[in-house]
C-alpha cells in the first residue's frame, strides 16, 4: 500500500537523520540534510502534520532502570468474536509491562505480547495475576529474550 504523502530526496534524509537521532536541533539536521534552517524546519513541520513522522521519543536503557526480563508471550483466546477481542486489548492497553501487542494470525495463538519487568516474581505476577485472569484467555505461551541483535525502531526508507 502506497501512502499519499510523496517524498523526495531531502525528505527522506531528513527521516534517515530523524530516526538514527531525534534529538538533532534544527540547525544541525539542516547541515546533515544540506539545506537552510527555514526549509528544513517547514518539511518537518510538514511530515508531522501529514502524519508521517508520528512522534519523538526518548529510549531509555533498560538495565538502568532495573528492567533485567524481557518475555514474548503467545497469547491464546476462547473465543474469536469481536467482544472478546475488545475486552482483552482494553485490559492489556492498561498493563505499563506490556511494551508491544499484536492480534497475530498464521500461528496457534491469538496475540503476541512483549513484556519488561525487573526479574521472574514480577513475570509471574503479572501473568499469573492480571494476564490469565482476562476473562477469554485460554493458553499463554513464554519465551524469554536472552539476548537482542537488533534493537531497532527505525522504518526501511527503501521502499519509499
Known sequence: MKTSVSLDRFDLKILRELQDNGELSNQDLAERVGLTAAPC?????????????????VRLNEKAIDLNLFAILHISMDKHIPERFEEFERTIQSLPEVMECYLITGHDADYQLKIAVPDMDRYQDILLGKITRIRGVTGVKSAFIMRKIVDSTAMPLNYV
Open 41 to 57: 524546519s517547514r518539511r518537518v513541520k510538514q511530515l508531522q502534520e501529514s502524519g508521517v513522522i508520528r512522534d519523538r521519543v
